[in-house]
């Protein structure tokens, strides 16, 4: 006869305590105690409980393998969840047995919790871990089924309201809450002041800034202030949202026939258009998937215009990055004027606003939807329903997957589905985005994907004070560094690697469901090496957190001033030049009403809900073993290194680039 020491810990959420009755099973290897129920008092598992208990087996049950929980009703009471974090088990010979689960138990049910050291099935995986495994992923693939969402387009979650989702994918009631309060108040604030009710065109740019006294951010002040200027125009590319477009130019395509008479003002007489060509200095900004892509004809119920321009643009002796030339076609000819800096100025500027337009869509749709929310819930689906929580691959990268389900399922309902924001406010709305997403995808690879490759492939490697790349880096290779210790502690040899079914068949589903089985996008159905897995988990982490931020964090920065982004246009692009003037720009730019309507959206999606969890931080002790718990500590520490050199940085910047700063990333995409 020996006493077991228990201690289980409940979640801190105000929801998480239960009322229900709570039962404990140890499973060992020499055996099972019985079931038995643990003390019901109201205090024990309350919100934040940390509570002991004692349990008595008749005979040695050797080295934990798993516990079962179970939970019933308490009398007549209703049946409410409860959030277990863990199960600690101190056997009677005193070795400290540890069952992270960090989930819900929502119906009187049982779980099996594996004991915490992460587990690669091989032959000598003891019996019982497998069945375990066996049964929970089964019952995951029973709530976490695949649909198609749209036509050429990553796979999602069977489920169309967030109060279908599966309890363990919603968020948590404080994060619900002020979430909700960020939405409600602004809607409110833009209702109540008259903004939302106005389908009246802007009669003077400077009354957009009336916004501003409602929401603002330090970085949108300046926005607002530098707007014109090409310089910041061009940085907008390196570090504005939507910073992994451009790509170097070594020659002029020729359906953008510019020569070197159109940039000799903006060139100067020292060199040529052919010269810093050949220097490497000539950027492009394409925005071919736009083509075929319809408006939107039902914003104020009017018809709406696109267009689907090329930007030249030359890194100056001066380090500054510039446009030189704007077609606002793919197609040249008489009416496809190509506009250059010694154009009017209002034909310049809204040259510029129409490209802005574009950018609008592409980062929103490509870049912020596509490439990191819809890839993030394709991996964590993929994740829930191949990987058990005893796998070391779960353990790293759950994390990285936290409430992305609820946010894209409620951006489905409200944000892009029929009648919501899109259809209200962007051109790309009304049918149009399924199309725009199909044309992204077409043009996604996992070299894309994964930022070193990156970099290279557009040719950006040295452009200066190119800062999402240079933050980027550096966090890239943190992660790769803290990935890399997961592994090689994990994985003794490329074969264990290539022989592990459970990640073959979470990185085959990722390229069936995410990818298609398209094999041209170089995405990975197995992977045969270490070092093959280690990119492959980099790349995971990296597009939950730190690209998320990068495309998320400053879309109320640089899109709250509207003609810096606007989501529409209402009248179609210039195919002459002369004829533009400040009131054709007001008249081509959107009304007060779908300006605040992006505006609010842009505010609740780039503000901070409650909840959050930085990049690194890991509150959820999933892996219990001594040497991967420094390894998290290492990683701390150099991403505490980096947030200090970029807030040193931005110290001296009047336009700060914060969004790859560690300290405001969030480690899932998660708004």
Known sequence: MGTYKIRIATGTDL??????????????????????????????????????????????????????????????????????????????????????????????????????????????????????????????????????????????????????????DRYSFLKLSSFGYALISTVMDMKVNGFLQCPESWTDLDDIKLLFYLRRSANSDVVAEIWKEDYFFGSQYLNGVNPSLIRKCSKIPENFPVSDNMV?????????????????????????????????????????????????????????????????????????????????????????IWVRNSEFQVHQVDTHY??????????????????????????????????????????????????????????????????????????????????PDDIQARGVESIPNYLYKDDGMKIWLAVESFVSNIVNYYYESDAVVSTDPELQAWVAEIFKEGFLENKSTGMPSSLETKASLIKFLTMVIFTCSAQHAAVNTGQFDYYAWMPNGPTSMKSPPPTVKGVSTPDSILDALPEVNTTTISMSTEWVLSSEPRDQRRLGEYPDVRFTE???????????????????????????????YTYLDPSVIENSVCV
């Open 626 to 656: 001594e040497v991967p718990q420094t390894f998290i500590t290492d990683f701390q520490e150099k991403l505490a290194e980096i947030s200090h050199s970029i807030k040193q940085r931005n110290n001296s910047m009047k336009l700060k």
């Open 15 to 168: 929801s998480a305590g239960t009322s229900a009755r709570v039962f404990i099973v140890l499973v060992g290897v020499k055996g099972e105690s019985a079931n038995n129920e643990l003390p019901h008092n109201w205090s024990n598992f309350r919100s934040g409980a940390v509570t002991d208990f004692d349990v008595i087996t008749e005979k040695d049950l050797g080295d934990l393998l798993l516990v079962r929980l179970s939970t019933e009703h308490y009398k007549n009471f209703n049946m409410d969840a409860w959030y277990c974090r863990y199960v600690d088990v101190t056997s009677p010979s005193g070795q400290l047995f540890q069952f992270p689960f960090y989930k819900w138990i929502s119906t009187p049910t049982t779980v099996k919790i594996p004991d915490g050291k992460g587990i690669i099935l091989s032959g000598n995986t003891h019996p019982l871990l497998v069945q375990q495994r066996k049964e929970e992923l089964e019952k995951e693939r029973q709530t976490h089924k695949w649909k198609c969402y749209a036509e050429g387009v990553p796979h999602c979650i069977d489920v169309d309201k967030i109060q279908h989702l599966p309890i363990n």
């Open 370 to 451: 596509l490439r990191t929310h819809l890839f993030a819930e394709v991996f964590n689906v993929a994740t829930t329903r191949q990987l058990p929580m005893g796998h070391p691959v779960y353990k790293l990268i759950i994390p990285h997957v936290r409430y992305t389900l609820e946010i894209n399922v409620l951006a489905r309902s409200e944000l892009v589905g029929p009648g919501g924001i899109f259809d209200q406010a962007n051109v790309t709305g009304g049918g149009g985005m399924s199309i725009l997403l199909k044309n992204a995808m077409d043009e996604v690879t996992y070299s894309r994907l994964c930022l």
């Open 264 to 352: 000799a003002a903006s060139l100067g007489t020292t060199t040529s258009l052919q010269k810093e060509l050949e220097n490497g200095n000539v950027f492009l900004a394409d925005y071919k998937i736009l083509e075929g892509v319809p408006a939107n004809k039902s914003i104020n119920r009017k018809q709406q215009y696109m267009a689907v321009p090329m930007v030249l643009l030359w890194k100056t002796p001066q380090d500054q990055l510039v446009p030189i030339a704007i077609q606002l076609s793919q197609t040249p000819g008489e009416n496809t004027p190509i506009f250059l800096p010694s154009d009017s100025e209002s034909d310049w500027l809204l040259a510029k």
